[in-house]
């Protein structure tokens, strides 16, 4: 029955590739080569630590808590967004059956040395983001004597997002972020939902206004954030829950909140998009110019344009699903 | 010259607490220099409970229950008035963050809930699923915004200033572009934390919990007290020290030495693994000095016999821990584990206000000792000691700010302190911090430990001082000076050293055991010769001077610590 314990530890020598860069000193990125003994349980951060214990204690990166909640030493490993503290490198190595692993800083922020971004223009976006709760005084009492009450599901409707640690890795990912570099980002946003859903929360109607103004329809739900988040805070689920709850606000008039009713108004009732119209009822007036550039192109290949759009089978079908989710957005948003 | 009329360093739950307490009016300025960013603080991994007792779960709790069981807890060595004020205001600084928007998890009625939590008689921690301390912080850091409070992130503090009576300010060097700075304060808060780090990779903290803080004030002359008292777990991973919690063993899991035998057979045959955590670690200790730990000194907690289904129904997150941060997946094979330091006691001496013996430095949470947690602190009583006093402190601060003037200062201790830096940039050899680092750490957890003797602490004590001289030749050999990290580290081992220095001379002097201070020699509670704190001055010599002061006891009379 009692047996000695002899756990099985495996080693590889590896090749760690990290991206170097001083901006005093070098003129581009480049890449240095490091041969590290990976053993069973070593982590990217102690890849790193030992690196920059015995080899070259110039390599710089941030860490702090070492245990996934800090947020600090977020890095990209063979191009994927992840914390350094909690991803380990003998999977890695063998799942990719090379001896070899990149790792590189964040994208989207400057670099500011080595594996260390600049974080503060999305802390910048965050605080212009009303982050914080602002007291609904129907909900919160004025004495400290007493306790607000808030139900479990009223609490369920955020609390996902209340994981977030700030790690960056969804604004490194963010294909809007790369685009477009006055969009908010997706732990931002999140950030704003996380408030705007809570009942305790007085501010709705000017922090809904900050989160338009930065970009909330600029996301392309492309949800590259989902699969990066090292805490499945699922940004472009919260981001798709803000823009509906700006439309409900009555905040319609955006490009983008006239785009999701044109998309969900001609659904329910073609069981299409009315594309040639989209232009028009996205841009107003302006998009008319587009409707006829696009006559024109048709005409010139010997199409005739319309305007018409048939509405397709099976329309019942689509009543049922619209019922559906009716009937789901009824019984609140919860993760699932 | 940069002034703030109040400045507080660390950026953690006391640090924000007390910034967002004295900015609340929006009349001062008030700045919070943090090493890091407010929301990377070590705050954030506190995963269980903040104790109040609201009677949200038992209507019979009282915050005189509280009182008790943390003066208990303490092994009576915490100041009654202190732990008094304490658990009194404890039910209001809860509710006033969840007020801040604080998300609680919810009982049935819409109510904050709560849990039991080892050493409470009730249950009375306030919880929110595993990440209790992590949105605390976060609420306390969205205040701060909403409130103006200015941030500087990514600052290393250096030097501690006064004049003999009154604040002065600090000085502290900006990470990001390497430049010294003299930052003149009516009042300072030191909020940094506690010093772990001294056991190196023998414990549960942060990369920089390293007592920057508290090495500060103690090169500046202010006393610091019970520094012996350090907490430890007994299940923190093999290779980072990172805490499984005590859930695993609630569960089921059997703690196993390298021999395969469930060992705590032999110390705790009734309760088994569930025995209290300093009766646990030593146990995990003794097997390893006696030669029964596994390949690398370590024990195992073996889930194995639970099953597949079991963990993952009940343990999800402990098993995803293992897998991340061990590369052990519990489900195949056994933990290895060790104990690991978990928590600081001892702390800057101050008042019930959070103010030391110079007028306008205050000192709240790990960083500082009050004391409400003795020789041992309760779990869920270190997130309710940083915002009493951290709330506390920048009440006061905020008073004094208001009816004092700033006190001159010269930029003589810039120039020191730039001159220091400059010195430690020149030359290549010298020995190295890495080396220097994991020998205090190793020789911290093997001599100062778990278990001490005073054979033990006085090589200890020698070795350290050796480990000083060793440190005097660290050169920095990157001479970069934006980001440098490896002089941030040198800038943090200078800290530890000179604080495991107290922590040694502490434990030596101290001929009892009480509490986490356990001494071989000594193995008896002395409360004849012993009731008293330990409080350490930086001596002419440069080394520790020690002088004791008497425990407050006003309601319960120090009894046998027995659960």
Partial sequence: MIEKITPVRKSILANIRIQRFTPSEHKSAYFDNFKVTVETGMTVLEALRLIKNTQDSSLTFRAFCRSKICGSCAVRVNGKPVLACSTQLMPILEDFKKDSVSIQPLKNMPVLRDLVVDIEPVIEKLSKMHPYLMENRERIPETLEQESIMSKQEHSRFDYITDCILCGSCYSACSAASADPNYAGPLTLGKAYRFSADVRDSFQGERMQAAVDQGLWSCAQCRKCINVCPKDTRPAVSIQRMRKMSIDDGIHDTAGSRRAKAYTGDVAKYGQVNKPMLPVIVNGPKGWAAVEAADNYLEKHGIEPTRQVCTLGGQSSTQKIYDKVKELEAKGENKT | MLTYDILIVGSGGAGLYAALESRMEEDLQVGVLTKVYPTRSHTGAAQGGVN???????????????????????????????????????????REMEHWGCPFSRTDEGKIAQRPFGGAS???????????????????????????????????????????????????????????????????????????????????????NTGDGTAIAFRAGLPIKDMEFIQFHPTGLRRTGILVSEGARGEGGFLLN????????????????LGPRDLVSRSCETEVREGRAGPEGEVFLDLTHLGRERILERLPQIRELCIEFEGVDPI???????????????GIHTDLNGQTSIEGIYAAGEAGCVSVHGANRLGGNSLLDILIFGRRAGKHALEYARNNSFTPVDTGQEEADTQMIASMMEGESGASIADIRRAMGNLMAEKVGVYRNGKDLESAVSELADLQEQFKTVRIQDKTKAFNTELVSALELKNMLDLAEVVAVGALERKESRGAHT????????????????????????????????VTITEFEPKARTY
């Fill in chain 2, 52 to 94: 109040a007792a609201l009677a949200n779960l038992d209507p019979t709790d009282t915050w005189q229950d509280h009182w008790f069981d943390t003066v208990k807890g303490s092994d009576y060595l915490a100041d009654q008035d202190a732990a008094e004020i304490m658990t009194r205001e404890a039910p209001m600084v809860v």
């Fill in chain 2, 332 to 346: 195949e094979e056994p933990i290895p584990i060790k104990p690991t330091a978990h928590y600081s006691m001892g």
């Fill in chain 2, 258 to 273: 390298g021999l395969g035998e469930r060992f705590m057979s032999r110390y705790a045959p009734e309760k088994m693994e």
């Fill in chain 2, 519 to 550: 001494r071989e020699d000594h193995p008896e509670r002395d409360d004849g010769n012993w009731l008293a704190h330990t409080m350490a001055t930086l001596g002419d010599d440069g080394r520790p001077k020690l002088d004791f002061s008497p």
């Fill in chain 2, 122 to 208: 009730k249950p009375r921690a306030c919880f929110s699923a595993d990440k209790v301390g992590h949105v605390m912080l976060h609420t306390l850091y969205e205040q701060g915004i909403r409130h103006g409070v200015n941030f500087l992130n990514e600052w290393q503090v250096l030097s501690l200033m006064h004049d003999g009576q009154r604040c002065q300010g600090v000085t502290a060097i900006n990470t990001q572009t390497g430049r010294v700075h003299t930052i003149q304060a009516k009042a300072v808060i030191l909020a940094t934390g506690g010093h772990g780090r001294i056991y190196w990779t023998r414990t549960s903290n942060a990369l920089g």
